[in-house]
Nanobody, 124 residues
Framework: QTQLVEAGGGSVQAGASLRLSCVAS????????MGWFRQAPGKEREFVAT????????DYAASVKGRFTISRVNAKNTVYLQMNSLKFEDTAVYYC?????????????????WGQGTQVTVSS
């Protein structure tokens, strides 16, 4: 059973940076497309970023493009989300997700595995 564990969340001021990490265990990490999603209070979960199995393809939500960078190190079973120029509206619980399908995807229903989430709070 594949497990995903996120880390790196916290409380920061607007304009600051954070790097989230997600470590996978129990499966073959390099066979998973990985993604980051987030859910703010009272809102639905939304797509943030996704990366292909060997990291050649990425995709981002329009709201984070140019500020966030997704990357992965398969040798460490880890996917990262570097978040720069954080805004108040980035406040949310951030979830790491993995999918066994071939293509990157913005659709949370396409992902098979989910982490427990890590809180990111940005104060203005």
């Amino acid at each position: 059973q594949t497990q995903l564990v996120e880390a790196g969340g916290g409380s920061v001021q607007a304009g600051a940076s954070l790097r989230l990490s997600c470590v996978a265990s129990g499966g073959t990490f390099s066979s998973y497309v990985m993604g980051w999603f987030r859910q703010a209070p009272g809102k639905e979960r939304e797509f943030v970023a996704t990366i292909s199995k060997i990291g050649l393809s990425t995709d981002y939500a329009a709201s984070v493009k140019g500020r966030f960078t997704i990357s992965r190190v398969n040798a460490k079973n880890t996917v990262y989300l570097q978040m720069n120029s954080l805004k108040f509206e980035d406040t949310a619980v951030y979830y790491c997700a993995g999918r066994t399908g071939a293509a990157i995807s913005q659709n949370d229903g396409a992902y098979n595995y989910w982490g427990q989430g890590t809180q990111v709070t940005v104060s203005s």
